[in-house]
DNA sequence: TTTGTAACGCAACTATGTTGCGTTACTATT
DNA sequence: AATAGTAACGCAACATAGTTGCGTTACAAA
């Protein structure tokens, strides 16, 4: 395992996902980054904070992907906790407690999960539209 | 609900959906095509079925799309099984049965889940590579 | 046979992500 | 504080997936 270095843009983008409560896109964080870096940087800042478990990757229903920090708060670190996707305000947020529970066939080996789920979240269930 | 037309190249998107077990990605399609159409089209036919709800759009973990018949065995027709992506040799395939369970808190509405289980399919874990 | 329009081909465009390469700037070591 | 190895960077170019507009074709109902 490398060393990773500190660097500006780096911090920056670290300091977006601290403000932020919700999965970030590279086009979110880009947007938000006054131009600090080149976006060929943001792609590989990302690549290496998800290598180094410090945020995880999320693909949604609709294929868009986005980023979110992990919650280290477990002694176990595990990202098979659940999502959800808004279909009104497009954001996506982790529900840390939520972990589905399902049988399969024994015949496949299962190294990881994925679920997603997508509705109105609280905010726009509230303001119903 | 408007009307679609049969036409050739609907046609042969359909058997190469019949011959297959899992489920296909755009180039996949295209690939089994022999230039039948233009790939502008196969997009378009695939709008279509999953439109009319002839086959289902599956979103991996790794963000490729891919597209399933589905199964009308059951009354009420859901997408709500679960899909399994191997690791090795990328084949995506449903779950039919394989239904997941949890408890979700009660200020989220849910519209629709997409669970995706990823690891070693039944083929690829006999050879074991 | 006619006719309305769904479906098509083609070209152009957008969005997202990747790669190669020369340069910059971190950080461990002297 | 100066040195040096290399992680990280900018930039250009490329790759892949999907979309849009528009004129033309061909399906199916009348």
């Keep these: 395992m490398k060393i990773t270095r500190k660097t500006v843009a780096k911090s920056a983008v670290l300091e977006i996902f601290g403000k932020s409560k919700t999965a970030l896109s590279h086009t979110e964080i880009q947007s938000q980054m006054n131009n600090v870096c080149d ?17 995880h990757k999320i693909v949604n ?17 595990i990202h098979n906790h659940a999502h959800f996707s808004c279909e009104n305000c497009h954001e996506i947020t982790c529900l840390e407690n939520v972990k589905p529970s399902y049988i399969i066939p024994h015949n496949y080996k299962v190294n ?14 509230n303001s119903n539209n």
Excluded at 39 to 55: A, E, H, M, P, W
Excluded at 112 to 125: E, K, R, V, Y
């Design 39 to 55: 976006r060929v940087t943001i792609y590989r800042i990302l690549d290496r904070l998800v290598n180094d478990d410090i945020i």
């Design 112 to 125: 990881d999960i994925n679920f997603t789920l997508s509705g109105l979240c609280p905010n726009c269930l």
């Design 61 to 77: 229903l609709d294929g868009t992907v986005k980023y979110a920090k992990c919650n280290h708060a477990h002694r176990v670190h």
